[in-house]
């Protein structure tokens, strides 16, 4: 397990101030420090339990990937440059896996993935607010999470460190 506070002065705060003014802010790195915390135990797990889809520390799932990576791509070429900035130069065979073995990486593309949400980051002391947002915009409302269970891994790793 990483630990939290290393995450977010080591990874999350360089790739939000590499990324722009407009995805740096106190919420967006609670945010990403609760979603490492509910899907992955903070680098517990880089697979998804029962051998699902997603890998790294916030779980992505392949067809998000390719899709959010297209998106900013067209439509915030600008944007999709700096988080390039953070792919291995030399790359692997299939490069969703980075997501699972670059923190770096895995970190610029979860932030983009909340970025490209109209609805405003709730409040950064906000953790039901966090936990909401979350559930319904990164797990879903179909998927298995809850947002008891953000709440209860939010508290365990995050709240006990920072």
Same mark, same amino acid.
């Given at each position: ?10 990874? @999350? ?5 590499? /990324?722009?003014?407009? !995805?740096?802010?106190?919420? #967006?790195?609670?945010? *990403? ?58 790359? @692997? ?5 980075? /997501?699972?073995?670059? !923190?770096?990486?895995?970190? #610029?593309?979860?932030? *983009? ?50």
């Amino acid at each position: 397990m990483i630990h939290a506070l290393d995450l977010r002065r080591y990874v @999350i705060e360089p790739v939000l101030t590499h /990324l722009g003014p407009a !995805l740096h802010s106190e919420s #967006a790195i609670c945010l *990403l420090l609760g979603t490492a915390a509910v899907e992955s135990g903070l680098g517990e797990r880089l697979r998804q339990v029962g051998a699902g889809p997603a890998v790294g520390i916030y779980q992505m799932e392949r067809g998000t990937y390719g899709w959010l990576l297209t998106m900013i791509r067209d439509h915030w070429p600008e944007l999709h440059a700096k988080a390039l900035n953070f792919a291995l130069p030399v790359g @692997i065979p299939d490069d969703f896996l980075e /997501l699972a073995g670059n !923190l770096y990486w895995a970190t #610029a593309v979860a932030r *983009l993935n909340y970025w490209r949400i109209e609805e405003a980051l709730p409040a950064a002391d906000d953790v039901m607010g966090l936990a909401h947002y979350w559930k319904h915009h990164w797990n879903s409302d179909a998927g298995a999470g809850t947002v008891a269970r953000f709440r209860k891994e939010y508290d365990r790793v995050i709240l006990q460190w920072v």
